[in-house]
């Protein structure tokens, strides 16, 4: 059974300053994905990372995969405001896509 | 180009109540999925349909019923609910050959009296 494990949980950011999210995964996997969510909404899809060593950037936020460590990373650079939500890792095996618990940051002046 | 439609939005069902939850999307997509959300549980997947006219059971799937109407179209049943069912539900697809990601709907946000 394929688990997914997101650390921390809960992530309180100070505005400006660099933080990091981990996604550890338990099975071979080739493709992570990585969601948004705000409160009472859906999820939006931030980023795919398709083959070991993928990075992508999308402004503050740098995602990438080491598929021989089974680890995928979020990191935050230089948080504001409008970066606290709920973040989600997941991966898929089989036709299906298994989540992490979720990461739910908040941003601080 | 609407995506992945849910309805209802919202819902209150007594325990035992019956209802099916609907899905549909537009964007020609082969498969399709039914999550639940519970708090500091991420999303479970409770059932899922590969193509039309398959479907089979993921993570969470007692209590459920599901129907693949056609490509289109992919809708959850509960039969008799129970207050363990109270989450936010959600509808994904995807189109695998493109190697990206799932499309989400909106949600369907169920509580169980």
């Known amino acids: 059974e394929l688990k997914v494990e997101q650390n921390p949980l809960f992530l309180s950011m100070q505005e400006g300053k660099n933080y990091t999210i981990y996604c550890n995964y338990s099975?071979?996997?080739?493709?992570l994905y990585w969601y948004r969510q705000d409160p009472g909404k859906s999820l939006e899809s931030l980023f795919v990372?398709?083959?070991?060593?993928a990075v992508k950037q999308e402004g503050r936020l740098m995602a990438s995969l080491d598929t021989k460590a089974r680890l995928s990373t979020l990191h935050i650079t230089a948080a504001v405001h409008d970066l606290s939500a709920t973040y989600f890792c997941?991966?898929?095996?089989?036709?299906?896509?298994?989540f992490g618990a979720g990461t739910t940051v908040t941003v601080r002046a | 180009n609407a995506g992945v439609t849910q309805t209802p939005k919202f819902q209150v069902l007594k325990t035992g109540q019956s209802m099916t939850l609907q899905c549909a999307q537009d964007?020609?997509?082969?498969?399709m999925y039914w999550y639940r959300q519970d708090p500091g549980m991420g999303l479970r997947l409770i059932y899922y349909?590969?193509?039309?006219?398959?479907?089979d059971k993921g993570e969470v799937p007692n209590g459920y019923n599901v129907s693949r109407l056609n490509k289109r179209e992919f809708s959850l049943r509960l039969e008799s609910a129970a207050p363990s069912q109270t989450s936010v539900y959600f509808c994904?697809?995807?189109?695998?050959?493109?190697?990206?990601?799932?499309?989400f709907g909106s949600g369907t946000r169920l509580t169980v009296v």
């Open positions: 349909s590969a193509s039309e006219g398959t479907t």
């Open positions: 997941a991966v898929i095996n089989d036709y299906k896509l298994s």
């Open positions: 099975t071979t996997s080739d493709r």
């Open positions: 964007m020609n997509h082969n498969s």
């Open positions: 994904a697809s995807r189109k695998e050959e493109d190697g990206y990601g799932y499309t």
């Open positions: 990372l398709l083959s070991n060593g």
